[in-house]
Structure formats: C-alpha cells, structure tokens
C-alpha cells in the first residue's frame, strides 16, 4: 500500500558484545519519514517524526554459516499508535570462496497499515465506484540469495 518511504534518521549505538564469532549491537534515532501511499485517504499525513529502536545480532556457526538476526521498530511520534515492525532473519552458508546461500525470512508488521482503492463493478462488470480496504499488518517475506565475493 505504499508506493514510497522515505527515512531520515540521525542516532547514536552501543556495541554490547564484538567477538569473531558473535556481534550484538542495538542503535537508537530520531528521525523523520516521508510517505508515498497507493490510496490517499483522508486526513492521511504524509510526512511525520519518528523514533527507532534497533538491534542487529550475528552468530557464526561452524566454520562456514552463520546467522544473522535484524530488528528495527519505528514509532510514528505524531500518532504512537501507528509504528512499523521489521524483522529480519538469515542464515549464510559459504559454498566456496567466492559464492555463499543466503535464506531470510522477512517479517514487516504495520501496526496500522495503508490501504489501497478496490473497485466496484456492476453486473455488467463496469467501474461504479471505489472502495478503500486496508491492507494485512503483517507481512511474511521468504528470500533466497547466491552471493559473490569479489
């Protein structure tokens, strides 16, 4: 339901644990978003102040996997309700060298998400009008990689 979304952020970070074969970091920021939606609806606010919290983790398994986990939750600071979840899961396995697989699993949760304009036909399967329907809060992304180091 959105066509475009725009961050400005600025932050600062901790670094909690850097060993060769874990990392755990966490970052706070205050920022701004511009969004561009499908559906325009009423008193829809485009541009807003936000806040975000993240963490990223990485562990090594064996000597060629690892896996690595990336979570980020933005808080709209002009209406709180309506904050957004990414959730970022993957695990890499060396084939070689030069070539790796990635397998993620992507989960983005909008607490209050967009929507989008469906039509309505008559019998006769002309266009009478629109709708708006809001669209899932949660999405589940599955994705798969063939990484080459140069």
Do not use: C
């Amino acid at each position: 339901g959105i066509n475009n979304r725009f961050f400005l952020n600025a932050g600062l970070g901790n670094i909690w644990l850097d060993q060769e074969r874990t990392k755990f970091r966490t970052d706070y920021a205050l920022g701004y978003t511009y969004e561009d939606p499908v559906f325009l609806s009423p008193g829809y606010v485009r541009g807003f102040p936000t806040l975000r919290l993240g963490a990223n983790f990485m562990q090594k398994i064996g000597a060629s996997s690892a896996y690595t986990s990336d979570l980020a939750v933005t808080d709209n600071l002009r209406h709180t309700a309506d904050w957004l979840g990414v959730w970022k899961n993957a695990l890499t396995t060396n084939l070689n060298q030069r070539l790796a697989l990635k397998a993620g699993l992507d989960l983005l949760y909008d607490n209050q998400p967009a929507y989008l304009s469906l039509d309505l036909r008559n019998t006769a399967g002309t266009v009478v009008g629109s709708v708006p329907s809001q669209l899932k809060k949660l999405d589940t992304v599955f994705t798969t990689s063939l990484v080459v180091t140069f």
